[in-house]
């Protein structure tokens, strides 16, 4: 197998590099733990006071109905310090800081808002709602 698929293995197995120095494995392992506890204890981080989720009052709809989003977008262009989540929903104070965390060449609060979005397939007429997905 090892001697067949090696060019794929080389590519696709991940590589952990040999460490010679104590230091510089201590140092691996530091910034390694720091960001598990960054992904895996997120929800522990305080949000910064001044972004506020704006909700109007409930009427009778249900929850899906509520918190269901079309397509996040900005109130125009330039203003990306508020996003309107949907016709019930607004954050408002976010930071231009956010916006410099970047995922394929786009902040990811950017790359969020564009693909959670009701999208319909061009040849099929099929809606895919990305919010259905995540519940």
Known sequence: YRERFADDLRKSLPRIPIIERVEDFMAFSKAGRALADL?????????????????RERDTIDNYAYYAVEKMRFPSKGMRGTIIYNARITIEGVPDAA???????????EWVMERYAIT???????????QSLVS
């Open 99 to 109: 916006y410099e965390y970047v995922v394929n060449g786009k902040s990811a609060i």
């Open 120 to 130: 319909t397939d061009k040849k099929s007429g099929i809606k895919k709602r990305s």
């Open 39 to 55: 992904h895996l204890k997120y929800e522990d981080y305080a949000c910064k006071a001044d972004v506020e989720v704006k909700e």
